[in-house]
């Protein structure tokens, strides 16, 4: 069996890496879902309301909103 480690028990460059990546994953699903919400339905590859409640729902360290950036946008 594991051993759950509590957060405050982590070491300090542990924490560091995931307050940034925990920040950097909020960011850029904020980032996704204003270009979600500002685009027209015609540019993005799948319907918008699957998009942004996945952004909301997933926690993915910035995994679903590079995928959002990387496919789920049309491009010209």
Known sequence: MSVKKKFENLPGWLKAIMAVGGTADV????????????????????PKKVWIPALSAVSS????????????RRKY
């Open 61 to 72: 360290m910035g995994i679903l909103p590079a995928a959002y950036f990387r496919w789920g």
């Open 27 to 46: 960011v850029l699903r904020v980032v996704a879902m204003i270009d979600i919400i500002k685009r027209d339905a015609t540019e993005i590859n799948g």
